[in-house]
């Protein structure tokens, strides 16, 4: 799971690389453009953080996750530069990997309450829970390319 947790920022940077500014703040009707996609990651990086102190602290509940979104949709990821979310995410990430890195192996068999879910949950599976989210917004990320017409020299 670490190594899917590590991927991400490197998929994302060559998924995205060439792709103009209209491309990636473009939306497709109400929902999030590229660009809002991987802010959105991004935005989420500090709950995974949180989460994870929970999970050394031994609490029995997680932090329950703004399904609204309100962070990523009042953040106007649109309004910066790509590589002003990208740069961020990588070094939020690598911090994340760095820390399951060292950390005790008996930890990601801990389990605490999943709020959303109601179910209990341990660190792998939450770990897995991120990546398939990362997944998730990798693939829509993809499926707004075509979209919106990738060109040759974009797929290089």
Do not use: C
């Amino acid at each position: 799971m670490i190594e899917r947790l590590r991927g991400t920022p490197a998929r994302l940077s060559d998924r995205l690389r060439n792709l103009p500014p209209e491309i990636l703040t473009r939306r497709d009707g109400e929902r999030w453009s590229i660009q809002e996609n991987v802010g959105h990651l991004l935005d989420l990086e500090s709950l995974t953080s949180r989460r994870l102190d929970e999970y050394e602290d031994g609490a029995e509940v997680l932090h329950a996750a703004d399904m609204s979104n309100r962070k990523t949709w009042e953040s106007e990821h649109n309004q910066r530069p790509i590589a002003r979310i990208l740069g961020p995410f990588r070094e939020q990430r690598m911090a994340l990997v760095r820390r399951l890195n060292h950390l005790d192996a008996e930890l990601f068999g801990r389990t605490a309450r999943h709020p959303r879910l109601d179910v209990p949950m341990r660190l792998v599976d939450l770990l897995y829970f991120q990546a398939e989210h990362d997944d998730y917004h990798l693939t829509r990320i993809t499926e707004l390319i075509h979209l919106f017409g990738e060109t040759p020299a974009q797929r290089q």
